[in-house]
């Protein structure tokens, strides 16, 4: 009986191991071929200072530690804000936030789009994973049509590929990703997808240029892709506008002091605040609200606008923590007070 039993249950785990090895197949993207660089040997990129996300036996540590999760709500169901007007012309930036890290920035007549997610949860099936815990600020049918889409990685929290298959359909805007993210979005039908190595330069039209600038993150959508595709920043440099900054995903490294060198000063930055705690595990890949305001100092921003916050429990940061963080750091920084907002899903603002 004995020996029968446990032949059964090694049958059990052997079975059990092959689906998920075959569902972390299927779910990996494809990785990038190119030559060696100073942030890429070839087979996986990594961060310019030698920073790592954490490995799977820290994350099992995390999970399994009796961790300091913080309290997230019940499920907000709150209206979403109102449609964002078709186009914005000239000087004025009109920044909306969505959620997460979902932003439209309007300005000279172009509808820019950040990491679109409208997902329910961030995860390759939407039965099981972080779930959203409240609807999009905006509706998908109420954003405008959009000219450029700006995919920051690969991540499920940030590359929606149901909504970019959506949007690519709709509106054919130009796609612009990190290094190895083209062949994702081009199996998946996507056009139009130009993709960027760190330092890159490219011409939208003859008075919008986007840059491609380092994060300190890593990639991955399923168990054999991990770094086989580059994260990154994108700054939008408008000759109209301004210098318009979205940050990416990211833990704090020095490279930002460079960028404020290189593009400062800024006229709006898209800062991560959220899902920092635990900090031995996350501050590598992640920020924390302080060192969101050190980003904000060293590139030169004008205005920012938090990010990466309030819409999914990734961490161990409470709902509103990373808000009241925030505020916290800024009252003691009282010139920042006011150049350094958090909106509400679904409201839009003009900068200064």
């Excluded at 808000?323 to 900068?351: C, I």
Aim: net charge neutral; with cysteine; glycine share 8%.
């Amino acid at each position: 009986m004995v020996p029968k039993i446990l032949l059964g249950l090694l049958v059990f785990i052997v079975v059990a191991v092959a689906v998920l090895l075959t569902i972390g197949y299927l779910i990996s993207a494809p990785g990038y071929k190119g030559p060696v660089t100073d942030h890429f040997d070839g087979k996986q990129f990594h961060n310019y200072n030698g920073a790592k996300a954490k490995g799977l036996m820290e994350a099992l540590e995390w999970m399994l530690s009796g961790n300091d999760k913080k309290p997230w709500g019940a499920f907000r169901n709150e209206p979403p804000g109102p449609p964002p007007p078709g186009r914005v012309g000239g000087s004025p930036v009109r920044v909306t936030f969505v959620n997460h890290s979902t932003v439209l920035l309007q300005f000279d007549s172009l509808n820019v789009l950040t990491d679109p997610v409208w997902y329910e949860r961030t995860s390759p099936y939407q039965w099981v994973g972080p779930a959203r815990n409240r609807p999009p600020g905006i509706r998908f049918e109420d954003i405008p049509k959009i000219d450029i889409l700006l995919l920051s990685h690969n991540h499920w929290d940030h590359l929606d590929i149901e909504t970019v298959q959506k949007l690519c359909r709709r509106d054919q805007p130009k796609v612009y990703c990190p290094l190895g993210v083209k062949a994702f979005l081009e199996e998946k039908g996507c056009q139009n997808v130009t993709e960027m190595d760190w330092n890159d330069s490219l011409a939208y039209n003859d008075s919008t240029t986007i840059h491609c600038v380092p994060a300190q993150h890593f990639s991955g959508r399923g168990m054999f892709d991990r770094d086989a595709t580059l994260w990154c920043g994108f700054l939008i440099d408008s000759r109209a506008a301004g210098k318009l900054y979205f940050v990416g995903d990211t833990g704090y490294g020095p490279f930002f002091k460079k960028i404020g060198e290189q593009f400062g000063p800024i006229r709006l930055a898209l800062i991560p605040i959220g899902a920092f705690r635990p900090t031995w595990f996350m501050s590598p890949i992640h920020c924390s609200p302080a060192e969101a305001v050190r980003i904000h100092d060293d590139i030169r921003s004008q205005q920012s606008v938090a990010i990466h916050y309030g819409t999914f429990p990734l961490a161990d940061d409470g709902e509103n923590e990373p808000v009241e963080e925030l505020r916290k750091v800024l009252t003691t920084k009282p010139e920042l007070a006011m150049r350094f907002w958090t909106l509400r899903e679904g409201e839009g603002r003009l900068v200064p």
